[in-house]
């Protein structure tokens, strides 16, 4: 499949990083199996028990900065949860081709590569540490130091005001179809997502909009 962007009239790029860039088996395996059964043994609970009462409090979460806040987990669950997570970084890996579009990306000047990420500065640190993503970024930003999740409005606006991007020139690639439903809304009008962000899961339904499944669809 071809990309469907005019990439000719592309300024600055915005990339995800989980689930997009990297392989979201590893947040996905971590959270719905790792977590729940150590946390279940700390509790003496199973790990059914556990799992279904984590994914209770999860979806209650779901889609909020807290969600993706660490610091949240960490005292709600009462444990580090970063240092767990240490525990299966061997996971953290490239999505197919990834590595090699930020590689062809960094040698083109045309583009500005901004990395907009939930995830929460501590955890892009361990994974900057595990993969040298960064080097193929002129910024990265995440939702946790601008204070809204990209789900809302109000992340949009307080970057674009911090890093000016013109609405028609700018492409979004992002595994989250929350997340690309409010870059609409706000007007960024080059939009992509991700078939399969889980190397793990199914495909997932890309519904209203165009669909890579990997980075070597990409054609600029
Ligand atoms: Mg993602």
């Known amino acids: 499949m071809k990309d469907s962007i ?4 592309i300024k600055t790029i915005l990339l995800d990083m989980d689930g997009t860039l990297l392989d979201l088996h590893f947040d996905n395996y971590f959270w719905q199996e790792y977590l729940p059964v150590h946390w279940g043994k700390m509790h003496n609970m199973g790990a059914d028990v556990a799992k279904a009462q984590l994914k209770d409090w999860y979806s209650e ?22 240092q767990l997570k240490a525990d299966v970084e061997h996971l953290i890996q490239y999505r197919p081709y990834a590595e090699s579009f930020l590689e062809k990306l ?11 990420t939930n995830a929460h500065e501590n955890l892009i640190k361990m994974k900057v540490d595990k993969t040298g993503i960064d080097n193929y970024f002129d910024k990265i930003i995440s939702s946790h130091t601008i204070g809204h999740a990209k789900e809302d ?4 606006q307080k970057f674009q005001l911090e890093n000016p991007f013109e609405l028609d020139q700018t492409l979004l690639i992002d595994d989250n179809l929350t997340v690309l439903r409010a870059a609409r809304t706000f007007g960024i009008e080059n939009l992509l997502t991700i078939s399969k962000p889980d190397s793990q899961n199914e ?9 890579i499944s990997s980075f070597e669809d990409i054609n600029f």
């Open 203 to 211: 495909e997932q339904d890309p519904e209203e909009f165009n669909a």
């Open 106 to 116: 960094r040698a083109d000047t045309n583009y500005r590569v901004i990395m907009v």
């Open 61 to 82: 979460e779901a889609g909020t900065l807290s969600w993706y806040c660490l610091d949240f987990w960490t005292d709600r669950l009462k444990f580090d949860v970063l």
């Open 6 to 9: 005019n990439w000719k009239s």
């Open 153 to 156: 409005q109000a992340f949009w």
